[in-house]
């Protein structure tokens, strides 16, 4: 399915014509009951008169102002049930598409100053599988393997979507059909990209972590009946069929990444509570990584409190925690040209075909790596990175015997150096650089030319800001390692033979 041809992340409000109320029975009987009763498939069309259809233009898009006018928005709903008074404001920005409705951002209501309360949330207005599941059995749900929190949440939505206006979250489902799966910031996950856009990442490992993170997707939808079976007391108020006959695989997908989008990972609570989806949270909050405020759960509410001051009518922004642009842009959409904690992965393994693959093996884990080990290379450390790279890769080139009894009867991570074997060890490491580089089908310059462009594809620019930032990574290693090799005494010497190098990837 095209992403512009996706118009909700939650199921419409759809309710079977012969479906009755079920009795209260045990939650085994309700099982076998449904089981009985399974009716034909009626998958949930993408498409919901509480979000605006794809194409429908600027008419459609006042339209659909005029009418949530009417209902009243998010923050008026939470007020009407316990939100106490706050100091944001919800306001709007175009979306990057015109025939989608503007998206709705946090915003200072009044000036803040550092540790200042922004809101709090009572416990009542924030979803959690405290709230889903209550006292059932949520660790041995979650202990099996098979479901996350994510998918559970997911499903829970799903089916109060088909209440439509008769669920008490209506509001809150009918925003994030509004943000559409991506915060404010910028575009949808990759999860949700065609397979012409997922090339925008091609050289990216974060393509790979995009293809497989789908695949865990689609098992937790083959999974998703266990919740219907063992939540049986929760899912009897709603008399639909089970949830792999009552939604498409497309659907629970579209749900998920909206989940993912927005749900907050709270700190010092209970494994029920730990994962919750806070209205006035993300989407509608900004992520950035250089920011220290988080939603925090205080007594009975989930609060923010800002790390920084602001003018009425400016954007408030949180933490989303230490994680590189390629989890930015798979979880909620965007990158972060600034973000400290952006990072390329190494890895590197000891030759198992070694004869003396066991004994290196013990020397790794003797100094804290592994027989598989993975080297973070974080921006602006690159020089760093390569020096953590080398004793491990000199380990891997000790062929002789005697040099590895040395190396097994010495403290630290010592091993003989000699000039043919530090240039052998450089070389396959910028080799290995060289190789990823190759990899990518645009350098660096055509990225920025390709940047200069107001007009590129919002998710092109996105991939395009990613990719640009790994090269830089990449081609800082290089150098640094390039300059290592130019250090050598002797470049005469050619690098030594390594029948069992280590394997690099």
């Not at 034909?40 to 919901?48: F, G, T």
């Not at 006292?135 to 979650?142: C, D, G, K, P, S």
């Not at 190789?435 to 991939?463: C, F, H, I, Q, W």
Request: aromatic content about 8%.
């Amino acid at each position: 399915m095209e992403v512009s041809q996706l118009t909700t992340f939650f199921p419409p409000s759809i309710r079977h014509p012969s479906a009755n109320p079920l009795p209260a029975l045990p939650a085994f009987s309700i099982c076998k009951n449904r089981l009985r009763s399974l009716r034909r498939k009626s998958y949930c069309s993408a498409s919901s008169r509480d979000t605006l259809l794809a194409g429908g233009g600027e008419a459609a898009v006042v339209s659909a102002g005029k009418k949530e006018e009417e209902q009243g928005d998010l923050k008026s709903w939470m007020h009407k049930h316990g939100l106490p008074p706050c100091k944001v404001v919800l306001r709007e920005k175009p979306s990057h598409n015109d025939t989608h409705k503007p998206i709705h951002y946090v915003a200072a209501s009044e000036d803040l100053q550092a540790g200042d309360v922004a809101f709090s949330v009572p416990n009542s207005l924030v979803v959690t599988l405290e709230r889903v599941l209550g006292n059932e059995t949520i660790a041995e749900l979650l202990t099996t393997n098979k479901l996350s929190e994510l998918a559970c949440l997911a499903l829970y939505l799903m089916y109060e979507k088909k209440q439509g206006k008769k669920s008490f979250w209506y509001p809150y489902i009918r925003e994030l059909d509004r943000q559409r799966g991506r915060g404010q910031l910028a575009v949808e996950s990759p999860l949700l990209w065609s397979d012409s856009e997922l090339a925008y990442l091609t050289g990216s490992p974060t393509k790979a972590e995009v293809l497989q993170r789908a695949e865990g997707i689609k098992r937790e939808y083959n999974e998703l009946d266990t919740v219907w079976f063992m939540a049986g007391s929760l899912f009897q108020q709603y008399p639909y069929d089970i949830p792999t006959e009552a939604f498409s695989y497309e659907i629970f997908k579209q749900a998920f990444v909206a989940v993912q989008s927005c749900v907050v990972h709270l700190q010092k609570v209970s494994l029920a509570r730990r994962f919750a989806l806070v209205p006035l949270g993300p989407p509608l909050l900004a992520y950035r990584s250089n920011c220290k405020a988080m939603l925090t759960a205080v007594g009975d509410a989930v609060e923010l409190v800002v790390d920084r001051p602001y003018k009425a009518g400016d954007p408030i922004v949180v933490w989303c925690g230490p994680q590189p642009n390629s989890k930015l842009l798979l979880n909620y959409g965007f990158i972060d040209e600034d973000n400290s904690y952006d990072r390329l992965v190494v890895e590197a393994a000891l030759n198992t075909e070694d004869p003396q693959y066991q004994d290196k093996r013990m020397v790794a884990q003797r100094n804290g790596k592994l027989s598989i080990q993975v080297f973070h290379v974080y921006a602006g450390k690159e020089r760093e990175a390569v020096l953590d790279m080398l004793p491990y890769m000199r380990l891997g080139y000790v062929s002789d015997p005697s040099e590895m009894q040395s190396v097994i009867s010495s403290q630290g991570p010592v091993c003989p150096v000699s000039s043919c074997m530090e240039r052998a060890v450089l070389e396959q490491l910028a080799d290995y650089f060289m190789t990823r580089l190759a990899g990518y089908p645009t350098t660096l310059a055509e990225d920025e030319s390709m940047l200069a462009d107001d007009n590129l594809n919002p998710k092109k620019r996105v991939a395009t800001q990613l990719v640009r930032l790994e090269k830089r990574m990449l081609h800082a290693c290089l150098q640094a390692t390039n300059d290592f090799i130019d250090q050598l005494p002797d470049h005469s010497v050619s690098p030594c033979p390594a029948p069992h190098a280590p394997l690099l990837k």
